[in-house]
């Protein structure tokens, strides 16, 4: 039974979340958060593998895919699909996976359901183990697609790329390596991502710690024991373990260090949302039954009724399509009852189901955390959509485990950090190991992310192009830029909740057009400025759901709580329909054969 507000209820929320908000204002905003660098200058490291030594190579390649995550990984099976098969991926990390062979910390999943967040099932014959599955299970499907598709030939690993430059003669972009190489290729796909830059917090005092100290996104289980699959971190037993930050990778990793440390402080600057989980098994018969087609059905279904259509039956049923029914059945509520269909309408259903959702996920804690103070510190007072919602059955029932402490900042972040411990509230908290869950470098530059820019038409840089915000058609193809590919969400579907259904999508018309020009010979193909002009105009200032909403809590969802200007909402803009509409109008796009906007030439 969903919880009933009374009009002066959502008025006290009102002011208790603007309250909340004001406390984490930062004049710094983005500023705030440090690049690695002293002693964790091995952030930029892979601890991984050691990389083997090669000669360097001097070759080329019709498509080479910066990237070997499932953006770069999607798009090579797609081009393989199309005929392409002279491909290289080049990663700086020592195999495929992206964030998923990066982020190895304990408790590792996915929030979004197997079923449509893992690409290329059908085509690789996987069938996932649960509902939402373990990050190693991810990895290993990464690893599946670049076999089935033959994409370890060629690839090149644990090689960093230091420059991007198109050769208007050669038609080709000339791209360097660290490790020596000089590799032409025919056309460039860009699958770089936004996640794998970790950012540390702005703490004074965090180079100083003398204790053991590491960043999520490295876990150094040399040091605290078990593995990567949940096994007990049995040498975390005689230590006291802190961990800075509470987002959705402290709130999977928390119920395995409380389980193992003999002490654990969690310090929280903002509380996450945590919903629950509800993970089951797949059951290999009934998923036998499923019609060929079946995952794009599923993932239309999901981002149909996640963007607030209609379908018949809900097939992925969880928290998200939950959140967007209920807003969708208040709207019809609302014009059933006489309202009119509007923009005011629609704010307020989303507004009145969210005060309820966020009712029953402060309630949540309050029926599973035994300590009253903890529960108090632990209940998020903001939109569920103001920052990354979460899902997750153990990570409040940790706070029952008397060895694990809640050491609420009360939004104010750690004040210091010393030699031997973490100051908060002018309370020191001596630690053996400090764990740093601050999350990834999102809203920052695309060279400053990757270390490298792409040099263009007349050696204009990526980033001089973009530096008032990104400018595409379809976020695929950037004028002045010819053969190159962006995959991502941006400027496309922007389609978030389900990040892998935008590389799915995008890259059937990316291998189209590599396909295009391979089949009559074009050298250079570039979205003319009046194609890419007439698709900003149309996805301009189009602000879907809440992202960059100035009313919520800071978080990399709002830039940080700092006003929206033209470049972060171009940034983060998709059209103006949604997803669905962007995927259809991309199908049709590709389908007339026209690609309309594109100009291919042959010299
Ligand atoms: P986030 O950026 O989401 O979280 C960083 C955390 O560090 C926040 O809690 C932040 O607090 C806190 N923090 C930053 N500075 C300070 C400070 N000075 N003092 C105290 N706390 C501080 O990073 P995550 O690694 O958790 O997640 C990154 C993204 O990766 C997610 O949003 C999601 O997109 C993805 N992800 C998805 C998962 C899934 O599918 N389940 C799992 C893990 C990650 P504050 O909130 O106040 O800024």
């Known amino acids: 039974m969903a919880v009933q507000l009374t009009p002066s209820e959502r008025e006290e929320l009102r002011e208790k979340y603007n309250a909340e908000r004001d406390k984490r204002i930062r004049s710094d905003g983005n500023e705030q958060y440090q690049q690695p660098s002293g002693r964790f200058s091995n952030l930029l490291d892979d601890p991984y593998v050691q990389p083997a030594d090669r000669d360097a190579i001097h070759d ?306 309050d029926s599973i955390v035994r300590d009253p103070q903890a529960a108090a510190g632990l209940k998020p007072w903001y939109r569920q959509l103001c920052k990354r919602p979460c899902f997750h059955d153990e990570y409040l029932q940790s706070y029952n485990n008397p060895g694990t402490h809640l050491i609420d900042t009360e939004g104010r972040g750690v004040e210091r950090i010393d030699e ?16 740093i869950a601050s999350g990834f470098e999102v809203g920052t530059s695309y060279s400053r992310r990757n270390g490298y820019d792409v040099a263009g038409r007349d050696g204009q840089l990526l980033s001089e192009y973009w530096s008032e915000g990104m400018h595409t058609l379809h976020g695929i193809h950037v004028h002045g830029f010819p053969n190159m590919y962006i995959l991502g969400a941006a400027q496309a579907a922007n389609l978030i909740s389900n990040i892998p259904q935008n590389y799915v999508e995008n890259s059937v018309a990316i291998a189209a057009v590599i396909a295009e020009a391979e089949r009559t010979g074009a050298m250079a193909v570039e979205v003319t400025k009046d194609a890419e ?22 978080g990399y969802y709002n830039n940080e709580g700092k006003p929206m200007g033209r470049k972060e909402q171009l940034n983060s803009s998709g059209h103006p329909g949604g997803p669905i509409a962007f995927f259809e109008h991309l199908e049709a796009w590709r389908t007339s054969g026209e690609f309309e906007g594109l100009q291919f030439s042959r010299s």
């Open 60 to 365: 080329d390649v019709t498509v080479l895919i910066v990237g070997a995550g499932f953006a770069g990984l999607v798009t090579g099976a797609r081009l393989k699909q199309a005929g392409i098969t002279d491909i290289r991926l080049i990663d700086k990390a020592g195999d495929v996976g992206g964030v998923w062979y990066w982020n190895r910390y304990p408790g590792a999943m996915c929030d979004t359901a197997a079923m449509i967040y893992l690409p290329l099932l059908e085509e690789t014959g996987t069938i996932p183990s649960a509902k939402y599955v373990p990050a190693p299970e991810i990895h290993a499907h990464a690893k599946r697609i670049a076999t089935t598709f033959n994409l370890y030939e060629g690839a090149l690993f644990s090689t960093g790329i230091t420059s991007l430059d198109w050769d208007a003669d050669a038609s080709r972009y000339i791209v360097r390596t660290d490790r020596g190489d000089v590799i032409r290729a025919r056309h460039l796909a860009m699958g770089t991502g936004p996640l794998h830059r970790a950012k540390l917090p702005g703490i004074p005092g965090l180079q100083s710690f003398k204790g053991h100290a590491f960043h999520t996104s490295r876990w150094d289980y040399e040091y605290t024991g078990g593995d990567p699959s949940g096994a007990l971190m049995s040498n975390l037993s005689d230590k006291r373990v802190g961990i800075i930050g509470t987002g959705a990778t402290s709130v999977q990793c928390v119920p395995h260090l409380s389980r193992a440390a003999k002490e654990l402080f969690v310090f929280q600057r903002t509380p996450s949302a945590i919903d629950e989980r509800n993970n089951h098994a797949i059951d290999p018969e009934w998923f036998s039954e499923l019609k060929s087609g079946w995952q794009r059905e599923w993932m239309m279904n999901f981002t149909t009724l996640q963007t607030m259509g209609f379908t018949d039956e809900d097939l992925v049923k969880d928290g998200w399509t939950d959140i967007s029914l209920r807003i969708r059945d208040r709207v019809i509520e609302k014009v059933q009852a006489g309202e009119e269909f509007g923009p005011d309408t629609l704010l307020a259903a989303y507004e009145e189901s969210d005060d309820e959702k966020m009712t029953e996920i402060r309630a949540r804690v």
């Open 420 to 435: 031997t411990g973490v100051w908060v509230n002018g309370v020191h908290y001596e630690l053996d190991c400090l764990i």
């Open 533 to 554: 002009d007439a698709w900003i105009e149309l996805i301009s200032g189009v602000q879907r759901g809440l992202r960059g909403n100035s009313d919520c809590t800071p």
